[in-house]
């Protein structure tokens, strides 16, 4: 094979695995890249990955390479993503392993206090406060080698202008500084280094992600840069907030969570009407307590009401017929589980036959006292089985009977055989809590949002959404032997949340203004360890979700499909449906999506990504080739931008140019960019969240 046609025209740390692969029409070789491969702590986990060649014909050699190098992908993206170094290295500073972007010129505004619009990415200049304030965060960040415990760290705050009314910035403003002051006490104490801020480029990124479900489109990163930069990071917050993606991702995260993401899971929800109806809460922005009362109260037919899917989802196994007068007519077993977990933060199901074996606040008593406060749901329509049969989807109603378990006893057995009854009683409530002549469930809502542990469960998923951790690990279980990392934190973050009226907007503009939320993910000598992650002394990288990957490709490749509504449903349907099915979540549990063999094949080599880069006329490439003929730099960028929200280095342009000669002769000329493109879209860089 001839090195004439063949070049390295990519960086390591893009492809999929850190190593590099010239795959500039086929491969040459694959060699380790240590030094690169130490970004995303994979090194040693495979080898790269490639595309076909300009036909797309693969030899036995290639599709050979092609399985090896799919298994190693697989494998190493089921593990968690880390920056820590591997033992054998030395450990990287702050600022060698910072991917920071150089934006071409006049990238950003002037100074602080700048009104005037920065001009777009085509003719920019770096910002000089982002400068001094990763130039800045790169030298503490470095420490003192000679001294094995150094003194405390010289931690430093973000200058920043926050927007929005007086009153409004004023509960900003106090959020951030509980954030600030405890975090910055606790690196302090810990001696421990924060990371360097990241970019305005990177920043756009992850906010995009976290807040919208996916990444910005060149046009909208123009538009975020054009922000004074003295107050550009907190009005791209707010831009983000008031984006009509934002009750959508939100819909479909909290969806997610309440049934899983493989639909009706034969049990008679309706998926799609909670996930629009979802979606209208946070486009309301309705109070996160007010919205778990309607999942747990509601009552009606699922297409009428579709809150009531959440209990339709969970009601478990019917009981007999004989015992229904007493025991109502499902066990509710699972949604007992459901609402306390997601909502509390408690597990309780380890209790439903016996008390827990790790915490001694939960008992048999408990979960069977919640219990009863359900066992008066019933539900009305055709059976999930013969629906499937008729191949039809009539309604199902939910519904309160207050003729069965009159008494509001339930009763479990224990591990010796004793059977005990107990009344519908929440927790550690002094007393039995309901009667049949109350709404038991409206009870229950009452009880829920208003225990300690409401707020605070809350908080811990939002934070691990933003922060791709918790203050616990999982962050649905509180208990004695899962303390959170920073309790001081934790509390204060949800007493404030319940004080102004548990608003979910202002609770992100908390943590997206304060400082830790604009570190990089790297890692330097005091916090390359594992210990130190609850410190969150650094970003941690995060594997997209399967809907915000679908999303980004479909921003990003100026997808055919994502033009009409019916069109974009369907390919999202398929799409989901392949990255989905192959981890099992059919009891609607939740799963931390680190990639997967089908996604290997996708993105790989799946119709839907190469249709949507080999696209005529409108897709990225050929509309980025036609606008500026001659130039292939402006070419390069533009690809950049679409898919790593950045501009490429001059380092990386000079490359890929001197390089973009020995494909002259293609009769395609569309096809190096395309190829460009498609190792862009399969890189670590674009496919997690950093």
């Known amino acids: 094979m001839s090195n004439s046609t063949l070049f390295r025209w990519i960086p390591d740390r893009f492809l999929p695995l850190g190593f590099e692969c010239r795959v500039f029409g086929t491969y040459d070789k694959i060699r380790p890249s240590s030094e690169d491969t130490r970004l995303f702590g994979l090194s040693g986990r495979g080898l790269g990955m490639m595309r076909a060649n300009g036909k797309r014909n693969w030899t036995k050699q290639d599709a050979a390479w092609a399985m090896v190098a799919l298994l190693a992908w697989a494998i190493g993206f089921t593990a968690t993503p880390s920056v820590a170094q591997q033992p054998d290295e030395k450990p990287a500073t702050a600022k060698k392993d910072t991917p920071k972007s150089k934006p071409v010129k006049d990238a950003e505004a002037k100074e602080d206090g700048d009104d005037k619009p920065a001009k777009p990415y085509t003719d920019t200049k770096p910002n000089k406060d982002d400068k001094e304030d990763t130039e800045k965060g790169e030298k503490e960040a470095k420490g003192d080698p000679k001294e094995k415990v150094g003194p405390a760290p010289k931690i430093t705050s973000r200058n920043q202008t926050l927007v929005g009314k007086p009153e409004d910035v004023r509960i900003i403003q106090s959020g951030v500084k509980l954030i600030n002051d405890n975090l ?203 629906r499937m049969r008729a191949m039809t989807y009539p309604a199902l109603t939910l519904k309160e009977n207050t003729k069965t378990n009159s008494e509001g006893l339930v009763y479990y057995e224990k591990r010796n055989g004793v059977i005990l009854p107990t009344k519908a009683t929440f927790l550690d409530s002094p007393k039995p809590s309901a009667s049949a002549s109350q709404g038991r469930r409206e009870m229950l809502a009452n009880y829920v949002i208003s225990h300690d542990n409401f707020p605070r469960a809350l908080v811990n998923r939002v934070w691990a959404s933003f922060m791709g951790a918790g203050f616990t690990t999982p962050i649905d279980d509180f208990n004695d032997q899962n303390v959170p990392s920073l309790p001081k934190l934790l509390d204060g973050l949800a007493l404030e949340f319940k004080q102004y009226g548990f608003d979910q907007k202002r609770l992100i503009r908390w943590i997206c203004n304060s400082d830790v939320y604009h570190l990089a993910y790297t890692a330097n000598k005091t916090n390359e360890k594992a210990e130190t992650n609850g410190l969150f002394s650094r970003m941690q990288l995060k594997s997209m979700s399967p809907e915000q990957l679908f999303e980004s490709l479909m921003v990003a490749t100026r997808s055919e499909a994502a033009e009409t509504k019916d069109g974009k449903r369907q390919l999202r349907a398929t799409w989901l449906d392949n990255l989905v099915s192959s981890f099992g979540d059919d009891e609607g549990n939740e799963v931390n999506f680190n990639g997967t063999v089908v996604q290997a094949l996708l993105m790989m080599n799946g119709n839907e990504i190469n249709t949507a880069i080999s696209r005529p006329e409108k897709g990225a490439v050929a509309l980025s080739v036609a606008k500026n003929r001659g130039n292939p730099q402006r070419v390069i960028t533009d690809l950049y931008l679409a898919a790593l929200g950045r501009p490429p280095k001059p380092a990386e342009v000079a490359n890929i140019t001197k390089r973009m000669v020995m494909r002259v002769k293609d009769k395609d000329q569309l096809a190096p960019y395309q190829d460009l493109f498609w190792a862009l879209l399969n890189s670590n860089e674009f496919l997690l969240n950093h």
């Open 184 to 386: 910055h006490e606790a690196w302090k104490e810990n001696r421990v280094q924060p990371a360097p801020f990241v970019d305005d480029f990177e920043f756009i990124r992850r906010a995009s992600l976290d807040i919208i479900g996916r990444v910005a489109t060149a046009d909208e990163i123009n538009k975020y840069l054009r922000h004074p930069a003295s107050s550009r990071r907190p009005q791209i917050i707010e831009d983000l907030l008031a984006h009509e993606d934002y009750p959508k991702h939100w819909g479909v995260m909290w969806a997610n969570w309440l049934l899983g993401r493989s639909g009706v899971f034969g049990r008679g929800t309706y998926h799609d009407g909670l996930t629009v109806w979802l979606e209208d809460q946070f486009a309301q922005n309705r109070t996160y307590d007010k919205l778990v009362t309607d999942l747990v109260t509601a009552k009606g037919k699922n297409t009428e009401r579709p809150a009531v899917n959440f209990i339709l989802a969970h009601m478990g196994e019917m009981v007999p017929q004989a015992k229904r007068d007493q025991d109502g007519q499902f066990e509710m077993v699972p949604i007992t589980s459901r609402i306390t977990r997601l909502f509390l933060g408690m597990q309780l199901q380890c209790a439903q036959c016996h008390d827990h074996p790790f915490n001694n606040s939960v008992t048999q008593k408990h979960f069977w006292g919640v219990n009863a406060f359900l066992r008066q749901v019933e539900r009305e329509g055709t059976p999930p089985d013969e």
